[in-house]
């Protein structure tokens, strides 16, 4: 069983602390975590950091960290140039990168990206072929709807051979099939239920059966608050993932309460399938963290 662990990302402007983040980079590897997470926002009110540039710190500040985006929206990305700045992050970690990637669903603000809704999936899966050419070929040659190429190279190639581990996200059928034919693993979103959650499973598991895969990991991110005053854990959490996404309704979607209470969440998470999770505390994050690798953590799995 693997822990990850969320990486501070939300700041108001100015307060950004180094030194703070350093130590708690520091501590995650102390406290045994197995890696440590991004989430990408790019337009929204909650300050929120870039994935790319924080994962290229804690690069910096870290020996055995592993460190992961889940997800990059990728359709609104120009692979070419992700797959460049993936590349170098992965040299600059040694081979320590893991990339999620999603779709993001039709309701995004493509305008604001100089692209159309239309053709989203086949953005989705042209734009990752490319980058994974890029990463393995001498030389490319595309000739796809969306970019072409002719005998070009990106060098140098990724620390990891054939390229980071790329992780799917995700919820609809369509998506999972997608995920057991295009990716290295899935990772369950943050949003989902576990209930949800262990649907996915089920279908992933199947269609992994079917196609003869065995080597594919499942993770999900869990919002979790530990405190001894079990509705207070609730409300914070509550109040976090309002602000995160911008509206209330997802209060049954997290893992919140007293010390006892999180352990059985983040059990049935487990018993749901998954081998990775990831621990998204929303405030006092050093602090929580603490908690979660002295409370949680050594009485699952």
Not at 204 to 225: C, H, M, N, S, T
């Amino acid at each position: 069983m693997r822990f990850g662990i969320s990486l501070p990302q939300f700041f108001a402007d100015g307060e950004f602390d180094p030194a703070g983040f350093r130590a708690f980079l520091r501590r995650a590897e102390e406290l045994g975590f197995d890696s440590g997470w991004t989430q990408e926002q790019v337009l929204g009110s909650m300050p929120h950091l870039s994935p790319i540039e924080t994962m290229t710190y804690a690069a910096a500040c870290t020996e055995q960290l592993r460190l992961g985006c889940a997800v990059f929206v990728s359709p609104l990305h120009n692979p070419v140039h992700l797959a460049k700045q993936l590349g170098t992050l992965d040299q600059l970690s040694r081979g320590r990168l893991d990339v999620g990637i999603g779709t993001g669903g039709k309701g995004r603000a493509f305008g604001a990206f100089g692209i159309e809704a239309e053709g989203l999936v086949s953005r989705f899966t042209e734009g990752l072929r490319l980058m994974r050419e890029l990463w393995t070929q001498p030389e490319v040659t595309f000739d796809g709807r969306f970019w072409q190429l002719e005998n070009a190279s990106m060098e140098p190639k990724p620390f990891q051979k054939p390229g980071p581990p790329v992780w799917f996200g995700g919820s609809h059928p369509n998506a999972l099939a997608r995920a057991i034919r295009l990716g290295d693993g899935f990772f369950g979103a943050g949003s989902s239920t576990t209930a949800k959650f262990a649907e996915q499973v089920k279908l992933l598991r199947a269609g992994l059966a079917e196609a003869g895969r065995q080597d594919f990991p499942i993770a999900k991110r869990v919002y979790i608050a530990v405190d001894d005053d079990a509705a207070r854990a609730q409300t914070r959490i509550a109040d976090g993932l309002a602000a995160l996404y911008g509206k209330r309704g997802f209060e049954d979607v997290a893992v919140a309460g007293t010390a006892k209470d999180c352990v059985d969440g983040v059990r049935e998470v487990i018993d749901a399938g998954a081998e990775l999770v990831l621990f998204t505390p929303l405030f006092d994050q050093a602090e929580q963290m603490e908690r979660l690798a002295a409370e949680i953590m050594p009485q699952l799995p």
